[in-house]
């Protein structure tokens, strides 16, 4: 290949890191291709974080109802038409597709679709039916996202057995889920089937359920869901799960028989590397099977790789800005290795959880002083007003400087942006006593918990 013909930059997957890496590239003036083998918008948008917000959106007026007519204040059934839904579903993620390309040709870029493989460090081929583009570049830029995890033994069908994608194309609500996994997936998909009326029966083979935020917003968990009637299984691990006379039926270890019309395999997530030729280029995997990357996301010579492939912040607004800083190495406008800023780490439904920055059990185990501080959602009006009261937000500290804000409870995920701020530039007492909070909001929760006395943790 000539020069001439090749590109300075080739991204491959149209995700929301391939997105803004391509939209990046050309907007600094960088020759750029986009080469995708499926739909645009990659997990995120299709099966991901658009499609369950629609959902738990759908159904957040029947969890408000619920709380209002347990204080006798209203009464009343609401019934969410779930094929009317599905069918809603799949203009908007159309619409969204759609101006994702529009504005990827708007910007200059060049768009092929086909399956990548590497040829070497250099080119690229993408087959597709009924044609094969070698592709020769500068620079790429990996960005091929991540598929539900598969544990041996528990593969999903998509008709009884299903994982995350399979159970948002349901037509009609199961009358009870299992569900395997009380991470981010299994949690907004547990709630939403939930509020039609199914049974969720909750498997965590770990301690506590959404083991990865502060302890305590597992506990305040625990206790909404048991309010709620769901059967939780927790520290129990799974032994086998199967089909039996069209039900699933999960064995525990602990001997423990669960039936349910339906289960959700929600074991986490793996990358995308399959078929992409990365030993060509001498791109390693690390045991898990993420692209392994250096301080610049740089994986080999000049190809890099973005989003869920690496492994480090498996969520699209941190591919986003992943993509946004080694497009920026690339045109030589970064010098520094990666750095970014604290990232939020959000569940959403009734309740959500916030998570940004440090926790204080993290400090701990690094030898690090630790105080909390926390207010209750009960003090919070906003909260009172829409019947839920359950939940706090609490802020870590170390050495007067703030460090760390997690929360669980209504609307909590609203918090984040500002959270973030206040994390990222290390306030301390005096910078929030600075600011107006405005009355009535949940932001005074955030407020108040930042100006209670920390406690030594």
């Known amino acids: 290949m000539t020069s001439d013909s090749t590109y300075d930059l080739a991204v491959i997957g149209a995700g929301p890191g391939g997105f803004k890496a391509a939209l990046t590239g050309a907007g600094l003036g960088l020759r750029t291709v986009l080469v995708e083998k499926g739909e645009f918008g990659g997990t995120c948008l299709n099966t991901g974080c658009i499609p369950t917000k629609l959902f738990l959106g759908a159904s957040a007026s029947v969890h408000e109802l619920h709380a209002q007519a347990r204080l006798k204040i209203a009464?009343?059934?609401?019934?969410?038409?779930?094929?009317?839904?599905?069918?809603?579903?799949?203009?908007?993620?159309?619409?969204?597709?759609?101006?994702?390309?529009?504005?990827?040709?708007?910007?200059?870029?060049?768009?092929?679709?086909?399956?990548?493989?590497?040829?070497?460090?250099?080119?690229?081929?993408?087959?597709?039916?009924?044609?094969?583009?070698?592709?020769?570049?500068?620079?790429?830029?990996?960005?091929?996202?991540?598929?539900p995890a598969v544990i041996p033994g528990m593969v999903p069908d998509q008709n009884i057995v299903l994982d995350s994608d399979g159970l948002l194309d349901l037509e009609e609500a199961p009358e009870s889920l299992a569900v395997l996994g009380a991470g981010a997936v299994g949690l907004e998909m547990a709630r939403f089937f939930s509020s039609l009326g199914t049974k969720i029966i909750l498997v965590e083979a770990l301690g506590r359920i959404a083991p990865f935020e502060d302890p305590e917003v597992s506990e305040a968990l625990l206790k909404i869901f048991k309010r709620e009637g769901w059967t939780?299984?927790?520290?129990?691990?799974?032994?086998?799960?199967?089909?039996?006379?069209g039900k699933a039926r999960l064995m525990l270890e602990t001997g423990e028989e669960i039936l349910a019309q339906k289960a959700l395999t929600a074991f986490g997530r793996t990358p995308n590397t399959q078929g992409l030729g990365l030993e060509n280029a001498g791109i390693t995997l690390d045991k898990r099977g993420f692209i392994q990357t250096d301080a610049n996301l740089c994986a080999q010579g000049k190809i890099f790789a973005i989003g869920d492939v690496n492994g480090q912040a498996m969520l699209a607004h941190a591919a986003s800005d992943q993509a946004r800083y080694?497009?920026?190495?690339?045109?030589?406008?970064?010098?520094?290795?990666?750095?970014?800023?604290?990232?939020?780490?959000?569940?959403?439904?009734?309740?959500?959880?916030?998570?940004?920055?440090?926790?204080?059990?993290?400090?701990?185990?690094?030898?690090?002083?630790?105080?909390?501080?926390?207010?209750?959602?009960?003090?919070?009006?906003?909260?009172?007003?829409?019947?839920?009261?359950?939940?706090?937000?609490?802020?870590?500290?170390?050495?007067?400087?703030?460090?760390?804000i997690t929360a669980v409870g209504f609307n909590v995920t609203h918090l984040a942006t500002q959270a973030a701020i206040m994390?990222?530039?290390?306030?301390?007492?005096?910078?929030?006593?600075?600011?107006?909070?405005?009355?009535?909001?949940l932001d005074e929760a955030l407020r108040d918990a930042l100006l209670a006395e920390p406690v030594e943790v």
């Not at 087959?127 to 830029?141: G, Q, R, V, Y």
């Open 75 to 147: 009464n009343g059934s609401i019934d969410i038409d779930l094929p009317a839904l599905q069918n809603r579903k799949q203009k908007i993620l159309a619409g969204h597709r759609k101006a994702m390309q529009s504005r990827l040709v708007g910007a200059g870029v060049t768009i092929v679709n086909g399956a990548a493989r590497l040829e070497s460090k250099t080119e690229l081929v993408a087959e597709s039916e009924t044609s094969a583009n070698e592709i020769a570049f500068k620079s790429l830029i990996l960005a091929t996202g991540s598929r």
């Open 423 to 441: 994390v990222q530039q290390s306030w301390t007492k005096h910078n929030v006593k600075q600011l107006i909070f405005a009355h009535p909001t």
């Open 326 to 404: 080694v497009v920026r190495f690339i045109a030589g406008k970064e010098k520094g290795p990666y750095s970014p800023a604290p990232i939020p780490w959000c569940v959403y439904g009734a309740p959500e959880t916030l998570r940004v920055g440090q926790m204080a059990h993290d400090l701990k185990a690094r030898g690090l002083p630790a105080q909390v501080s926390k207010s209750p959602l009960a003090a919070n009006p906003i909260a009172q007003a829409h019947a839920a009261p359950h939940g706090f937000v609490k802020a870590v500290w170390s050495d007067g400087k703030l460090v760390g």
């Open 232 to 245: 939780l299984h927790v520290g129990k691990k799974a032994a086998s799960l199967e089909v039996q006379d």
